[in-house]
């Protein structure tokens, strides 16, 4: 369903063409400063308006209707909401009744009978990952002394993106890619065994971005060709720090103390200008498709700072349920 | 933590050398025939004796001490253990304080604050995944004409499996590989939107599996080198059956109805028997650690029954939410 | 935490003197018709002005943000929010550093470390109980064929209950009240054993509401004195039907098939206008408090609509559980 | 379903004429010693043998499987359970198609369409209550200087217990009770806002436990008829001492830090030698049914160690959500 975590918990509503997308933090500890301009960095890395993102432009600003007081969070849960003001549903007139290849459109009428909000993906939207950078703010502050750096790593199959970038406009099409995170100033002990190990949490979290088809932690496939005795890290002081980091700062589920580094792969955008074909769902003939619409070449640019948010979101709630809500919450209030 | 799925939810239990390990299947429809037979091929699968696992032989049989009554689930929870018999404690003296690298050894005697179990991996140990694969038993009758199969395709870095194996054992030391799982005859519509899309829960479950590092659906890392007009699988009726299938049979976090297809990457397991390093936690002191105990040259030989079983029992979830407790029953009733 | 439900579930956020409140409701089938009147009647029943209930008047039109679309549930997230309007902040001034005796103001004020938001009672507030309503129009939709009815049926310890207020009002006093509900027409079947039993799902819901302190069902605390033999309801027919409904309509915490009945003492309003007296936080000096604001004589007058909306919430999601979100839908479909 | 608890979380498992009762408790911090006297005296209280309650005699020590190593709990999930012995199956020969006035027979016979285990009323006796009483040992460990103290103060209308005992048996019947709970020592500030509140914790506990009708909150109903001056407790300083406690030592869902203390009314045993009617489910006839087996005259006399051990696991899962596995661990660590 639509939240995410177990104490922290995160919960996502909206349409891309509704009324607003928002978000609310439940479990957040009480006394986290917050302003204005905390969001404003994150929220302009995801949005649109970068060369091989989308045109449309909104504002996107944070309004909070709950859960912050005086500059600070209260305890209480905290919702924010941005308005969608720059819609053009028009656009998608044609897909109510021709499902768009490699979108949620042919699934989301089907297990919704006909009702779903088809404008724009509806609830399928990538706009929905708007809550995620915001929640990932607070997540952020929670963990101080964590840095997150997610980077888009190869695009196209190449290294030089803005290259990859150039060739797929020529081409009128959409291209994939490939971004790395890591995580560093992490305490060791985060996660729970099995079904909540760090692997679990964060790779729940990371296949509600839209796109994102693969998760690979530390050498990840590259370990299938490896030997144990070269994948495994020789541990080289008490402290347990690694020579190597083949695990990706994860071991048995858990943090290790080590930087914590994953990669995932974000498919290419399917709303590509090239024709394609579809079924109509009313007469079940196959026809031509032109998905019209303002869309990205490369969505996987906007996927940094999401990837990173995500991952926030997860490790605070680890943190929360190893040390309590009001633990974490004492590290702001000194 | 060690349950998993929201209303269909399974927890597992135990430790490699104490008393039992086991599984507790919550939520699970009455009226689903049981014998003991249904288990034998599954677990024989997943128990050592073949070339490359491990030759401690357990006999694994799950008695069932709840939940089964006259030969049918009645409803209420089933617990199923089995006891460890042939354990050799002794084996594992050296690691209580020489972490193993690789191994949870290190981060359980942190997180637990030097009280977990050390032998064997204790709950980490990959014996825990018995009670998934009794518990997936389950979750397959649920699904009646849907078939799982995975298989490892390579080893080592190569697809001739054997002959990887073989130079392993000469090196003395252990390898990946890669395990690819194959769905067919699911219902389209199974998943829900971010948190509990199909590849959320099959991954979460997934990475519960000791030494799996990564997972990719459909096209997986591959997409990161497509382009959209290439990664789009064309609609070709009006049952959603496509032409391509690099979705892997998940649009927007929803089965589409194709087949769902996903692969998971291996790591070579830790205990090797290669001479490695590691610190002693009383003095600091780093020092050669032989690994005692039989272990596995090529432990996702074990893998294929275990992705299949846990996939089973995120996909049985998502079925009971979609349509009930009953519903699902109503299917054995009849 | 502020989410109710397993798979149909509700949350609340917001402040008495924040900028809204509001309700988000997940898992709730896609088909279900909504349109602005079906909130109107059970708003108003919960909204102050009658006699007995505080002259605060707020609009409370529900602003539906996302879930509905060209007047169906679109099996999307629904939320919904009403602004807070009708505020007077500095009523509640003195109650910053004078915890108002019987309210939440002393531990909201610990717990959250002095952040609490404390005007009108701040999240604690029973303005919160708005997004109850508005989720339980849902439940209610979810359920045809059963209805719900609570009344006030003691006020004061007396019987007439426009008595009790009329009396109270002159002591300048507040009083607490019994509120009875009965739903009909539900069928036999739904809970599950032990922590979700129909009793434990009700009641953990109804202690959400604000000033609720006990809850009996049947013949509740009376069965203490009657003999087994007494208190046994004979069935009377193959359908379940009873003679006698001591058990409330549930048995081993599954209804029965019976009328479902139970009870709620709803305290008398701490906020009254007799002089009390309480502690100041900053220099521990007990002090007199006179207790500002518009509040209610007899707050037990808004509970019925809420007990019944948080009824319908427990028994949806029960329904849910057992039939599927689907199979809900269905009911709304054809 | 079976568990309860959101991070300090308990599954119970078992029917009573099956195998075994067991229990399993996940997110328990390491560190907690246990030893087998520990147990003794919860269990021997909660066990039949003294008048008025059954005959039947289980020897019930706990057999732990998991999650315990060398005397202290592991952070592990713990499973215990102990074997049923002393059953007497064919008791319960003629209740498979005569459901028991007031037991779950008839309702579990219709909710797993005639799957579930009859026995002794299979799932839903009050045998399962074993592993409440086990878990609860662990839970008080978590909450040491909290003494949890519940006492019977009346039976059949009587406060005279052994008199009412002796008039029920000369009738071959059975009668009810109330129960009081108190708890001292309690930290102030535990608690959730709304459905994870004391109360709300405390009841959907409570209700799990067989025959419990109805709870009441420090003045409970007879709040009803209290005003406010009266009902609210004057604070008489910082530390939020009150002069009454007419909330049971909750405010807004929240311990203040006075005594908790809330009653439950305990029904009389459906079980009664008196001679009944109830309908025959294959054939529809309304017949007289005497209910075989050993049962208890007041069975309100088992209910306390159950209290006790339901409200320390409450108060042990909202201490951890507050504070942390880790945290909480600590103080036995040190």
Redo the contacts between chains.
Sequence with gaps: ????G??F?V?????SH?????V?V??CP??IPVSPGDFTNELARRRGGRQGTTERAEEDIP?????V?NG????????A?TRNRDTRSSDYDNIKLM?R????????H????????YRG????SGR?TWGLVVAGVFARKMLPGTTFRAELI????KEDIEDAIAE?KK?G??????VECRVDGLP??L???????V???I???V??I?A??????????A????????????????S?T?ATN???GI??????GNQLVFRV????????G?M????D?ET?V?APLTVKGRHDTLI?LRVPVILESVTALALADLM????????S?ARW?E
């Design positions: 369903m639509n939240s995410f177990k104490v918990r919960s996502i509503f909206g349409e509704g009324p607003a997308v928002g609310t439940d479990g009480a006394g309004e909070f209707l709950s859960g007081f600070f969070t209260t305890g209480a849960p905290i919702t909401i499902p290849p490699g979108h949620a459109d042919f699934t989301a089907l297990k919704y009978r006909g009702y779903a909000d993906g509806g609830h399928f929905l190869s695009a196209g199959g797929a081409a099409d959409t291209i994939g890619g490939i060791a002990g996660g729970e065994p099995f079904f909540l190990s692997e679990s949490a790779s729940s979290g296949f509600s839209p994102i088809k693969g998760i690979e932690f530390g050498a990840g496939f370990a299938a060709a490896m030997k144990g005795s070269q994948h495994n890290d020789p541990i080289t002081d008490i347990g690694t083949n695990s990706g071991n048995g589920g858990i943090t290790n792969v974000v498919k290419p955008a399917s709303s590509t090239v394609q074909k579809s079924v769902l079940g196959i996987a929360i349920i190893d040390r309590g809500i009001n633990f919450a209030h």
